[in-house]
């Protein structure tokens, strides 16, 4: 794909690109948005370096790719933000958000996320990357038998199964039920009309329809499979650093392994629409 308003370097063949050329806290021209709308689609997660965005300018480039999400469990009304998500590891942190597993954001919803777009303005010394996993190359991988078996079936996906007290931030929304959805394990993704594996190991309870023996077979293979390091790629945060990933088509895990320094952001996350 030919880019001319920016620059995108591919971080591995099947997954990951940096993008430079841009500044993200200003209004992005049409030809702009358009490659980095297309960066995304083509790499599944696109990384900025040097950004230095307001809540506000952050907000505005997240509504560029469509409403956002509020999160069903969590949320930052006390700042005027419900759609805004503080990222914060320290000295009191005990399990820190996204560390619990390989997963995309919030598959519990009815109509899961459609990206997610985290700035965090402060890093570690080391350690804190996050990685990054091809959906569509883990189901492409898979064999031809396995493909169609897997297009009929049917997973469970909980929050209450993910939510369990161990976040450092606390659920704001107690009065609420957590929310349940059923959900393809294999997705078409709307733009590309590529399919990925959507189920993980964070949300995803059980395949329908099947027995617990059977659905805890069939999702330890795929989260096995899942995790072989030829899907994935590597992000080395640094200060002002911005991840922006495809829940339809991508799983993330970070690692907490940093402990007791500071990670510190922001996360905005873009609504999506209902799995087919």
């Known amino acids: 794909m030919n880019y001319e308003t920016i620059q995108v370097d591919s971080l591995t063949p099947r997954i990951g690109a940096e993008i430079s050329g841009v500044d993200l806290s200003q209004p992005l021209g049409n030809q702009t948005f358009k490659e980095v709308h297309d960066a995304l689609m083509e790499h599944q997660v696109i990384f900025f370096r040097d950004q230095r965005m307001s809540i506000d300018e952050n907000k505005a480039f997240a509504r560029l790719f469509g409403e956002l999400h509020i999160h069903p469990m969590f949320g930052s009304d006390d700042i005027g933000h419900p759609e805004l998500l503080v990222i914060r590891s320290d000295e009191t942190t005990k399990f820190a958000a996204g560390s619990g597993g390989w997963h995309s954001d919030v598959s519990c919803d009815p109509e899961p996320p459609m990206g997610s777009i985290l700035y965090l303005t402060e890093t570690p010394?080391?350690?804190?990357?996050?990685?990054?996993?091809?959906?569509?190359?883990?189901?492409?991988?898979?064999?031809?038998?396995?493909?169609?078996?897997?297009?009929?079936?049917?997973?469970?996906?909980?929050?209450?199964?993910?939510?369990?007290?161990?976040?450092?931030?606390?659920?704001?929304?107690?009065?609420?039920?957590?929310?349940?959805?059923?959900?393809?394990?294999?997705?078409?993704?709307?733009?590309?009309?590529?399919?990925?594996?959507?189920?993980?190991?964070?949300?995803?309870?059980?395949?329908?329809?099947?027995?617990?023996?059977?659905?805890?077979?069939?999702?330890?293979?795929?989260?096995?499979?899942?995790?072989?390091?030829?899907?994935?790629?590597?992000?080395?945060?640094?200060?002002?650093?911005?991840?922006?990933?495809?829940?339809?088509?991508?799983?993330?895990?970070?690692?907490?392994?940093?402990?007791?320094?500071v990670r510190h952001g922001y996360r905005f996350t873009v609504q999506g629409d209902r799995p087919v």
Request: hydrophobic share 35%; proline share 5%.
């Open 125 to 261: 010394k080391t350690g804190g990357d996050t990685l990054f996993a091809s959906m569509y190359a883990a189901y492409e991988d898979l064999s031809g038998t396995m493909q169609q078996f897997l297009l009929g079936l049917t997973a469970v996906h909980s929050a209450e199964k993910a939510y369990d007290g161990r976040q450092e931030q606390r659920p704001q929304r107690r009065d609420e039920t957590p929310p349940v959805a059923e959900h393809p394990v294999v997705r078409t993704h709307p733009v590309t009309g590529r399919r990925a594996l959507f189920v993980n190991e964070i949300f995803t309870s059980h395949l329908k329809g099947m027995t617990s023996r059977e659905s805890e077979a069939i999702l330890g293979m795929l989260y096995e499979h899942i995790r072989q390091p030829k899907y994935h790629c590597r992000f080395n945060w640094r200060e002002n650093s911005v991840a922006f990933w495809d829940n339809r088509c991508a799983q993330h895990y970070a690692m907490f392994d940093y402990y007791p320094e």
